[in-house]
């Protein structure tokens, strides 16, 4: 079923089992036809209500019957008796084949929206993208340059930052790698 049916679909779908089920006794039809009734008179007018409220007629053919002329009013008189289901029954309105099928296919949609996002999270270490990664390496590189090619004092400023850059979250390794450099420097 997909979540374009209509009502009047789900109607069709649903008739054997509200038919079925033992929960619909007469008591709930009388209600269900009464506020059909009462609320929406374009849908049940009062011959019709009264014919259906009718208790010499087993309530199972009295309910097959209005679910038969809910059916041939159209989707508006399908909804309407949807709506007066859930609120006087909602047990019954929670456990029919269509509701069960739409929870089911919302789960499994949900179910595989989380998959596939997680997979997709899982192999992104960040947003940034390729770009942020060769401009940063970009830059390391060309202080590296300055630092090693350059001449004179007015580049040798970056002795400074070398220093800041080995207390950065480096290996131990670049760390030594960064401060033997600017040791060596300072020494020039």
């Keep these: 079923m997909?979540?374009?049916?209509?009502?009047q679909e789900q109607l069709e779908n649903d008739a054997q089992f509200l038919c079925?089920?033992?929960r619909m006794d007469?008591?709930?039809v009388d209600r269900l036809v009464l506020q059909l009734n009462r609320?929406?008179?374009q849908i049940l007018s009062d011959k019709e209500a009264h014919g259906f409220r009718n208790l010499s007629v087993p309530t199972k053919v009295r309910l097959a019957e209005l679910l038969n002329h809910l059916h041939r009013r159209?989707?508006?008189a399908c909804l309407e008796f949807y709506r007066a289901l859930h609120i006087h029954a909602e047990d019954v309105y929670f456990s029919l084949p269509t509701r069960i099928r739409r929870r089911e296919m919302a789960d499994l949609q949900q179910t595989n929206d989380v998959a596939v996002k997680s997979n997709h999270e899982r192999f992104v270490l960040n947003d940034r993208g390729p770009m942020f990664f060769l401009s940063c390496f970009s830059f390391?590189?060309?202080?590296a340059i300055l630092y090693y090619y350059g001449e004179g004092e007015t580049l040798r400023c970056t002795g400074g930052f070398l220093h800041c850059s080995a207390a950065?979250?480096?290996?131990k390794d670049a760390k030594d790698v960064f401060v033997s450099y600017a040791e060596v420097g300072k020494q020039k």
Excluded: K, M, N
């Excluded at 997909?2 to 009502?7: F, I, L, Q, R």
């Excluded at 390391?140 to 202080?143: A, C, K, N, S, T």
């Design 2 to 7: 997909a979540d374009t049916d209509g009502y």
């Design 20 to 22: 079925s089920d033992q």
């Design 26 to 28: 007469t008591e709930l």
């Design 39 to 41: 609320i929406y008179p």
């Design 74 to 76: 159209g989707e508006e």
């Design 140 to 143: 390391v590189v060309g202080i």
């Design 168 to 171: 950065a979250r480096f290996s």
